[in-house]
């Protein structure tokens, strides 16, 4: 116990500026640059724009080939000269209408699906088995069964595209419903709610957030699945023979088969726009409607 | 509905006052035995793994008895037993093994060069804003892109072989990883942030043990994302560029066999290709949950 530190006894003094002490001021003007910077749109609307411009110095100042990568203003060419004379927008009509079908009959069967594992037990067992065995396996890997049951056309890529839609919003609907809680539970059984008015009325806004999830993750899957499936038998699927029509991923497949790399940069960006649109602006508009407004997601 | 207020002024409905009574048998009123003991078939079907390996084995009986019994073309749909002994014969006594073996190696090149990628991209973009920003534009674009529509063009930058298949591995895991993580940063609470600079830590530290495990969820979900994405793309890429990219794997030898109409294999091929999807999302993804955010309580 020897070692106990000194206690330092320091003079007293008296502050003699204390009545100088000022807070400055804190909060400084931003100049007008400052402003513009901190807009995240201007930010990234300035990536996209270096980026381009990278692009376009680099194809233009090295030689590098046009078969290698072309230049982005060739690439703007291409894109215009395709939507304006190659008939890009039909092509894409094409693949969406596809899309469209495959995603809506799958959300059907999905739908009919979740409502029966909801509701007995045999169905939830029925529904997980399935959806077990059946969602680790892609779709595309189905495609040549179903090209070889439903003859070349569009009903194999539908078939392709219910395959990869079913099972991931079947599998997000379950787990949404199984997880609502409780409480909401007996809520709606205190109001009397039954049956299809009860999955209507309850478990379906209770559950959005998993379910528009599910229907994202569809919605990716049957995106990829369309592209692929276009890519890979493209031109035997799509009926190319009333004038130029067949789908953007046969849009992106022939032009490099035959060397047109500036179209098939069109074509990808097309892809990203189409997705883009779908992702930003159709599934936000929904999350906006609902899950955000009824504050069940944070912005 | 609403209660009206009774017609006429001062009229109330009449009381009707029912005459007195005692129950004479309350005493007999008796709890039976609520519990009842449950049968042995009932024990057993409220097993869950009995009740789905049932609705498995009624689904193959199901499969096996419509091949049979209605003398389907074998080309068209094989019966599962054909299509069983396919899949054990090409396993144990054919190549499909080195088939399996070939994707897998490919696609575990491209599945950790993107991680790596993902990880980079990320620190650089907690590290300053325009790595922020750049990130997220980056993810906008290429996230909705599938990943198999580049392999025309990765063949032609790379070759045919597998490196392309390699390139377009990382593009379809890159973007998903890369969004989920950085969103799940983004939603690191700020409580969590500044005990973590409280502590002192900084950089590289910083996010390795506050925003990482923070975030971990969100990465799982985006790396099962990306899993799910990458075996799409290779089963994909394999299906229509297969052969080209040297000896083949698992697509090209479902792609084979649709070409020479041996639907049998098709189905091996399938039933090998929902085999390692199993394995991967119910093992090895399921494994790793359990061991951190299920233990640490983030989800359960």
Same mark, same amino acid.
């Given at each position: 116990?020897?070692?106990?530190?000194?206690?330092?006894?320091?003079?007293?003094?008296?502050?003699?500026?204390?009545?100088?002490?000022?807070?400055?001021?804190?909060?400084?003007?931003?100049?007008?640059?400052?402003?513009?910077?901190?807009?995240?749109?201007?930010?990234?609307?300035?990536?996209?724009?270096?980026?381009?411009?990278?692009?376009?110095?680099?194809?233009?100042?090295?030689?590098?080939?046009?078969?290698?990568?072309?230049?982005?203003?060739?690439?703007?060419?291409?894109?215009?000269?395709?939507?304006?004379?190659?008939?890009?927008?039909?092509?894409?009509?094409?693949?969406?209408?596809?899309?469209?079908?495959?995603?809506?009959?799958?959300?059907?069967?999905?739908?009919?699906?979740?409502?029966?594992?909801?509701?007995?037990?045999?169905?939830?067992?029925?529904?997980?088995?399935?959806?077990?065995?059946?969602?680790?396996?892609?779709?595309?890997?189905?495609?040549?069964?179903?090209?070889?049951?439903?003859?070349?056309?569009?009903?194999?890529?539908?078939?392709?595209?219910?395959?990869?839609?079913?099972?991931?919003?079947?599998?997000?609907?379950?787990?949404?419903?199984?997880?609502?809680?409780?409480?909401?539970?007996?809520?709606?059984?205190?109001?009397?709610?039954?049956?299809?008015?009860?999955?209507?009325?309850?478990?379906?806004?209770?559950?959005?957030?998993?379910?528009?999830?599910?229907?994202?993750?569809?919605?990716?899957?049957?995106?990829?699945?369309?592209?692929?499936?276009?890519?890979?038998?493209?031109?035997?699927?799509?009926?190319?023979?009333?004038?130029?029509?067949?789908?953007?991923?046969?849009?992106?497949?022939?032009?490099?088969?035959?060397?047109?790399?500036?179209?098939?940069?069109?074509?990808?960006?097309?892809?990203?726009?189409?997705?883009?649109?779908?992702?930003?602006?159709?599934?936000?508009?929904?999350?906006?409607?609902?899950?955000?407004?009824?504050?069940?997601?944070?912005? | 509905?609403?209660?009206?207020?009774?017609?006429?002024?001062?009229?109330?409905?009449?009381?009707?006052?029912?005459?007195?009574?005692?129950?004479?048998?309350?005493?007999?009123?008796?709890?039976?035995?609520?519990?009842?003991?449950?049968?042995?078939?009932?024990?057993?079907?409220?097993?869950?793994?009995?009740?789905?390996?049932?609705?498995?084995?009624?689904?193959?009986?199901?499969?096996?008895?419509?091949?049979?019994?209605?003398?389907?073309?074998?080309?068209?749909?094989?019966?599962?037993?054909?299509?069983?002994?396919?899949?054990?014969?090409?396993?144990?006594?054919?190549?499909?093994?080195?088939?399996?073996?070939?994707?897998?190696?490919?696609?575990?090149?491209?599945?950790?060069?993107?991680?790596?990628?993902?990880?980079?991209?990320?620190?650089?973009?907690?590290?300053?804003?325009?790595?922020?920003?750049?990130?997220?534009?980056?993810?906008?674009?290429?996230?909705?892109?599938?990943?198999?529509?580049?392999?025309?063009?990765?063949?032609?930058?790379? &070759?045919?072989?597998?490196?392309?298949?390699?390139?377009?591995?990382?593009?379809?895991?890159?973007?998903?990883?890369?969004?989920?993580?950085?969103?799940?940063?983004?939603?690191?609470?700020?409580?969590?942030?500044?005990?973590?600079?409280?502590?002192?830590?900084?950089?590289?530290?910083?996010?390795?043990?506050?925003?990482?495990?923070?975030?971990?969820?969100?990465?799982?979900?985006?790396?099962?994302?990306?899993?799910?994405?990458?075996?799409?793309?290779?089963? &994909?890429?394999?299906?229509?560029?297969?052969?080209?990219?040297?000896?083949?794997?698992?697509?090209?030898?479902?792609?084979?066999?649709?070409?020479?109409?041996?639907?049998?294999?098709?189905?091996?091929?399938?039933?090998?290709?929902?085999?390692? &999807?199993?394995?991967?999302?119910?093992?090895?993804?399921?494994?790793?949950?359990?061991?951190?955010?299920?233990?640490?309580?983030?989800?359960?």
């Amino acid at each position: 116990m020897k070692n106990i530190p000194n206690v330092l006894v320091r003079s007293e003094f008296e502050a003699t500026e204390i009545a100088k002490a000022d807070i400055g001021d804190v909060a400084r003007k931003l100049t007008l640059f400052e402003r513009i910077i901190g807009m995240h749109s201007v930010r990234k609307l300035s990536i996209l724009v270096l980026v381009i411009v990278v692009w376009e110095a680099y194809t233009q100042l090295s030689s590098v080939s046009e078969l290698i990568l072309p230049k982005f203003s060739a690439t703007a060419q291409a894109l215009y000269q395709a939507v304006a004379s190659e008939q890009l927008l039909a092509m894409v009509w094409n693949s969406m209408t596809v899309l469209v079908t495959g995603y809506a009959i799958g959300l059907v069967i999905a739908t009919l699906l979740t409502t029966a594992a909801t509701m007995t037990r045999f169905g939830n067992d029925v529904l997980s088995t399935l959806t077990a065995m059946l969602n680790p396996l892609p779709a595309i890997a189905l495609l040549p069964l179903a090209l070889l049951w439903f003859g070349l056309g569009a009903d194999a890529i539908i078939f392709t595209l219910l395959h990869s839609v079913i099972w991931p919003v079947a599998l997000n609907a379950h787990v949404g419903f199984m997880s609502v809680s409780e409480t909401q539970r007996m809520v709606g059984q205190n109001y009397g709610l039954k049956g299809l008015v009860y999955v209507g009325k309850l478990l379906i806004p209770a559950a959005f957030p998993q379910i528009l999830m599910g229907l994202k993750i569809g919605w990716a899957y049957a995106w990829r699945t369309l592209i692929a499936a276009e890519l890979v038998f493209g031109g035997s699927i799509s009926d190319t023979s009333e004038g130029a029509s067949g789908g953007l991923g046969w849009f992106i497949f022939s032009n490099q088969m035959e060397l047109q790399i500036a179209h098939v940069f069109a074509g990808l960006f097309t892809v990203i726009l189409v997705g883009v649109f779908v992702e930003n602006v159709v599934f936000n508009a929904i999350e906006n409607r609902t899950v955000r407004r009824w504050g069940m997601q944070a912005q | 509905m609403s209660i009206k207020p009774p017609a006429g002024k001062g009229l109330l409905p009449k009381l009707v006052i029912r005459p007195e009574y005692e129950v004479s048998d309350i005493a007999q009123a008796q709890i039976s035995d609520v519990a009842h003991k449950l049968s042995l078939a009932e024990r057993i079907w409220n097993i869950n793994g009995v009740r789905k390996a049932v609705i498995l084995l009624a689904l193959v009986a199901a499969w096996q008895a419509y091949t049979v019994g209605f003398d389907v073309e074998p080309l068209m749909l094989p019966s599962f037993s054909i299509s069983f002994m396919r899949l054990y014969n090409d396993l144990f006594y054919s190549d499909l093994i080195y088939k399996v073996w070939f994707s897998v190696k490919v696609l575990l090149i491209g599945y950790s060069a993107g991680l790596v990628l993902a990880a980079l991209l990320i620190l650089w973009a907690t590290a300053t804003r325009f790595g922020s920003d750049f990130i997220a534009m980056a993810t906008a674009m290429f996230n909705p892109l599938p990943a198999i529509a580049l392999l025309p063009l990765a063949m032609l930058w790379f &070759g045919l072989g597998t490196a392309s298949l390699v390139f377009v591995l990382i593009h379809s895991v890159l973007w998903a990883v890369a969004l989920s993580t950085h969103s799940g940063f983004e939603n690191v609470s700020p409580t969590l942030r500044m005990i973590g600079r409280n502590y002192g830590l900084r950089g590289i530290f910083y996010v390795l043990k506050i925003l990482v495990p923070a975030a971990l969820p969100s990465i799982l979900a985006g790396m099962k994302i990306g899993w799910a994405f990458a075996w799409r793309t290779l089963i &994909g890429a394999e299906l229509v560029f297969g052969a080209s990219s040297g000896s083949g794997g698992l697509g090209w030898y479902i792609f084979e066999s649709s070409q020479n109409i041996d639907t049998d294999a098709v189905f091996a091929g399938l039933f090998t290709v929902i085999l390692f &999807g199993i394995v991967v999302e119910n093992v090895v993804f399921r494994n790793i949950e359990l061991r951190t955010v299920n233990r640490w309580g983030m989800q359960q």
